[in-house]
């Protein structure tokens, strides 16, 4: 059975429909990209996963469990972390405020031994540990982000746009650290990027969204061998 199952989902905002039939299975320890042009309904779909957006149609199905009108409090809680494009930390607090706030749920023996695992696994964090967040760069917001998640231990990590805006080292360094949650923790991981080709060389399956419709699931490798959709989507000659 997949981690999480996504069956023919109708989502959007208020009246408004945006996904229009999509669906997705993903496996424990498999990395999933999610492309295609702006506007096709890539962050919708990570939303209305997470219990974000309104829900028309369809079932989402995590570990087996109907989760599709939970709320987002509830998914956190099952082992979902939603990390956003922006406003997905407090700027005004310190880092380590920061990290406090998101273990707030764990006991203080807890919060010590998965705040080291967090560290040890992104220990660049510790560098502007007393720093508040406003301060930081792009690429240092999203390390903290991923160490916040990190902290509460998911099974499944959904991250929007981690390296938009990011230079080039960075945001190599982000993607190599999303494989490393994969490979080190055995998280499954749903990524959604605007760099498809990166997303596809680090990814094991993907989802092709055009107009809030799947127009193609499977491997990475077999996408990039289908030469229409390469050349029409992805660029790629």
Do not use: C
């Not at 031994?113 to 930081?136: D, G, I, N, S």
């Amino acid at each position: 059975m997949p981690l999480l199952m996504v069956e023919n989902l109708k989502a959007g905002y208020g009246k408004l429909q945006i996904l229009h039939g999509v669906s997705l299975n993903i496996n424990k320890g498999e990395i999933l990209s999610v492309i295609g042009p702006n506007g096709s309904g890539k962050s919708t779909l990570l939303k209305s996963i997470f219990g974000l957006t309104t829900i028309f149609d369809g079932k989402i199905s995590f570990k087996g469990e109907d989760i599709t009108r939970k709320k987002p409090h509830e998914k956190a809680r099952m082992g979902i972390a939603y990390l956003p494009q922006t406003d997905n930390l407090f700027t005004k607090l310190k880092v380590k405020e920061n990290m406090l706030l998101a273990g707030y749920t764990l006991s203080e023996s807890e919060y010590q031994e998965r705040l080291k695992e967090a560290l040890e696994f992104l220990p660049q964090v510790k560098e502007f540990w007393e720093r508040k967040v406003w301060t930081l760069s792009g690429g240092e917001r999203q390390m903290v982000s991923i160490a916040m998640a990190v902290l509460r231990k998911p099974e499944l990590y959904m991250l929007d746009e981690p390296t938009a805006a990011l230079a080039p080292k960075i945001a190599r360094t982000i993607l190599e650290k999303i494989v490393q949650l994969r490979d080190t923790f055995g998280a499954a991981i749903i990524l959604v990027e605007q760099n498809a080709k990166a997303a596809l060389k680090i990814s094991d399956n993907t989802l092709l969204l055009v107009a809030g419709k799947s127009v193609f699931q499977g491997s990475s490798s077999e996408l990039l061998q289908n030469k229409e959709l390469a050349q029409m989507y992805l660029g790629v000659k």
